[in-house]
């Protein structure tokens, strides 16, 4: 008798409590008075990330062309643009010969007559169906790619008679 | 010892009709002969598999075997783009460069490294 009523009790015990899992509580997107909207807040217009400020202004003016800034523009093209751009900048990468959508050549001629900034505001913004890569390339680098997209431009596109000595070497 | 049961008392007697089961018969024969004839006409006015007819191509399945080979390719012919010396356009001057050159090139021209090649149309 005795285990039978303590075994009742074992089995009244859930329903003790019921307030712990029926709390007052906010669910993220539940309905509030406190504030115009969901319970989940929205950013107040014109909120900017800590940093990004710094951050924009350190791509506003383009760093000096020099072979480490073309080396690191190609280390960072060859990480982040060739899978779709290719390595030549021809738009074959791998990702393109697997289904994706092809992006123009970099050796056309509207593309030869864009001014760097436009490579610079493609990667911060995006472009087409290439989503922004603001966020993974840092605006010096962004800087260090156009530059080495114009270095790839340049290998399809030398003036035989602006290069001292290419004469000779071609067939 | 019991006596034998005698079974004939209640066993009913069996009453065959003899042209039901020629009519079953011959309904079951000439259904088999409308289902062969049928056959026959399908065969001779429908387009009929050959014995012997050599089995038609079909195309390879479109498998990678060896991607990390198809893969070393794929970066050697990259590669290969961006290497060599090459005319572009003879008359008009124009020529191919390995990237490094092109490198070497835009480094020594300063600020001048970012003009676009081309002035806009």
């Given at each position: 008798m005795r285990r039978a009523l303590l075994a009742l009790l074992l089995l009244a015990l859930p329903g003790c409590k019921p307030e712990m899992t029926q709390q007052k509580r906010l669910d993220t997107y539940g309905n509030t008075s406190a504030w115009p909207g969901g319970a989940a807040r929205t950013l107040p217009e014109g909120t900017v990330a800590r940093g990004e400020l710094a951050r924009q202004a350190a791509g506003a003016t383009p760093p000096p062309v020099d072979a480490a800034l073309l080396a690191r523009g190609q280390e960072r093209y060859a990480i982040f643009c060739t899978p779709c751009h290719g390595a030549a900048g021809e738009g074959d990468g791998m990702i393109v010969r697997r289904g994706f959508p092809a992006p123009p050549s970099y050796h056309i001629a509207r593309l030869r007559a864009a001014p760097a900034r436009h490579f610079f505001d493609v990667i911060t913004n995006g472009y087409g169906v290439m989503y922004s890569y603001a966020d993974r390339v840092e605006p010096a680098d962004r800087w260090a790619i156009a530059a080495y997209i114009r270095a790839l431009q340049l290998s399809r596109h030398a003036r035989v008679a602006e290069v001292p000595g290419l004469a000779e070497q071609l067939p | 010892?019991?006596?034998?049961?005698?079974?004939?008392?209640?066993?009913d007697r069996l009453r065959l009709r003899p042209w039901t089961i020629l009519g079953v018969g011959l309904g079951t024969a000439a259904l088999l002969a409308a289902t062969?004839?049928?056959?026959?006409?399908?065969?001779?006015?429908?387009?009929?598999?050959?014995?012997?007819?050599?089995?038609?191509r079909f195309p390879a399945p479109r498998?990678?075997?060896?991607?990390?080979?198809?893969?070393?390719?794929?970066?050697?012919?990259?590669?290969?783009?961006?290497?060599?010396?090459?005319?572009?356009?003879?008359?008009?001057?124009?020529?191919?460069?390995?990237?490094?050159?092109?490198?070497?090139?835009?480094?020594?021209?300063?600020?001048a490294a970012y003009d676009p090649l081309e002035p806009a149309p």
């Open positions: - | 010892m019991t006596a034998p049961t005698d079974l004939s008392e209640r066993r062969l004839g049928g056959v026959m006409l399908l065969r001779h006015s429908a387009e009929w598999p050959q014995a012997g007819q050599p089995p038609s498998l990678q075997a060896d991607p990390a080979a198809d893969l070393q390719a794929f970066q050697a012919e990259q590669a290969r783009a961006l290497q060599g010396y090459d005319w572009v356009d003879r008359e008009g001057g124009l020529a191919r460069i390995p990237v490094a050159r092109a490198m070497e090139i835009l480094a020594g021209r300063g600020p």
